[in-house]
């Protein structure tokens, strides 16, 4: 059996190319573990960046045969899309091997160090990133385990999503649309948002709950968002943007200036150089965090001031003819609402492309999703859908992206569905103006990376 880090040294994982995988697999390469994996993008012949970078960290890429498992494999990890109908898997039971859960093996790493396990249903990765900075630069060496890659890490020419840190200290991303959230026991405990995402309501309170009766030491609460607020344990350890609340650290004095914003945390200045009231809010959370771990907070305003931000979290690509291209990981209805709001003061006007992930999800939240972007639209401001991304299985296929569009245009909104997304610009190009933002949103899709590009590339 399992029970520590120190129980295995020869690990394989399946499905290493998705990023959750990826980060813990460059992590236990990192405490030099033998790493080897598959995964099905990976082709005879054809080039794959993330294969690359992960060859470049010593860890062995196969094909999705079967060939990389041995009797040599001490562990094989999955992540939850490996059903155990795959080949791979069913050699693992073969030759008697254990099969972890990718949130098991992030657990046993998350017990060999003082852990801070940053949790809510958005701000996750951005969270963490500025909080790893902070740490970095208050000389606690931390680690990081991340679900997006950091901009500082991927210039090294890695992923970029995971750090072994010579400190006590590592920085986990806690996911609750899996519920594995409640497997961690973090010494550190911070709760950005609780919001209708992948869960009902009550489900995600119930883990949510869970997760704050496992922290060990300190629980950090966002007291502006009603939901976590009830599940704060004390007022002055946690954090707030409403100055009328008892939280003990407090942002005021918001400005964003194009591309920057500005603001104070309990009569410190911080400058930015990002988006939106989003993002002062989590680098309020990572402040918070960092400053009762004994960072002074005119250093944690020194590290923000050179964050330089993460993968597909309001990612600039460049600005041509008048246009800003934006890409963002935006996939839940207060998410995709505040991205568009964090845009609007960068120009006067805001094109909104956005690819819905999964039938299911977007049933579920199908009137959310409504609701929000309806309210965050400006009057010039426009949103576009194209059909709803699909990676396979037995969904019931009785919704499109175009529900959505019709019901924001019956509630007199901009809106437009383009059903293949290589359409979108050609489509949507005399609606460009020379003071616009393209911000294009999504998630889980591994095309839209290139799809961004290509959009640059022909804008």
């Known amino acids: 059996m399992i029970h520590d880090i120190n129980d295995f040294k020869n690990v394989f994982f399946i499905g290493i190319a998705g990023t959750g995988m990826s980060a813990i697999a460059q992590y ?84 060999s160090k003082k852990t801070i396990a940053v949790g809510g249903t958005s701000g996750k990765s951005t969270t963490s990133a500025m909080l790893y900075d902070i740490l970095s630069a208050g000389g606690l060496q931390p680690g990081i385990i991340s679900g997006a890659g950091l901009i500082s890490i991927i210039k090294e020419g890695k992923i970029g999503n995971a750090k072994v840190g010579k400190g006590d200290w590592l920085v986990i991303e806690a996911d609750e649309s899996d519920g594995s959230i409640v497997q961690y026991h973090p010494e550190v405990g911070l709760l950005l948002n609780i919001d209708k995402d992948h869960q009902e309501i009550d489900e995600l309170m119930e883990i949510f709950g869970i997760f704050k009766k496992n922290t060990q ?68 959370a990572a402040t918070a965090v960092a400053n009762q771990l004994g960072v002074d907070l005119s250093i944690c305003a020194a590290a923000l001031k050179n964050y330089e931000g993460i993968y597909r979290r309001h990612q600039v690509l460049g600005y041509k003819h008048g246009v800003w291209l934006i890409d963002d990981y935006a996939h839940n209805p207060v998410k995709c609402a505040r991205s568009m709001e964090a845009c609007q003061p960068v120009a006067d006007k805001v094109i909104a492309w956005f690819q819905p992930h ?49 019901d924001l245009k019956a509630l007199g909104k901009n809106a437009f569905f383009v059903e293949d997304r290589n359409d979108f610009l050609e489509t949507a190009r005399p609606h460009l103006t020379s003071n616009c933002v393209l911000l294009l949103m999504g998630a889980r899709d591994p095309g839209l990376e290139q799809f961004g590009k290509e959009i640059w590339k022909k804008l």
Request: proline content about 1%; hydrophobic content about 40%; aromatic content about 8%.
């Open 28 to 111: 236990l390469a990192g405490v030099e573990k033998n790493v080897s994996g598959s995964d099905r993008y990976f082709k005879e012949g054809e080039f794959n960046d993330t294969k690359e970078k992960l060859s470049a960290e010593g860890i062995h890429c196969f094909l999705q045969n079967g060939e990389g498992i041995t009797a040599n494999t001490d562990l094989v990890v999955v992540s939850t899309a490996i059903e155990d109908t795959v080949a791979e898997v069913q050699k693992a039971k073969l030759l008697n091997i254990p099969i972890l859960k990718r949130s098991e093996v992030l657990a046993l790493i998350a017990k």
């Open 358 to 406: 999964g039938y299911g999800p977007t049933r579920f939240l199908r009137n959310d999703f409504v609701k929000e972007i309806a309210e965050a639209l400006r009057p010039q401001d426009e949103i576009w859908m194209s059909e709803i991304f699909y990676a396979g299985g037995t969904a019931v296929k009785d919704i499109s992206a175009s529900d959505l569009i019709e």
């Open 217 to 284: 030491q300190l629980f950090v609460v966002n007291q502006s968002n009603l939901l976590a607020k009830q599940l704060s344990v004390n007022a002055t350890s946690d954090f707030a943007v409403d100055t009328d609340t008892g939280a003990g650290y407090k942002a005021a004095s918001f400005v964003q200036n194009g591309l920057t914003i500005s603001f104070n945390i309990n009569g410190t200045d911080f400058n930015l150089n990002t988006v939106g009231k989003l993002n002062m809010e989590n680098a309020l």
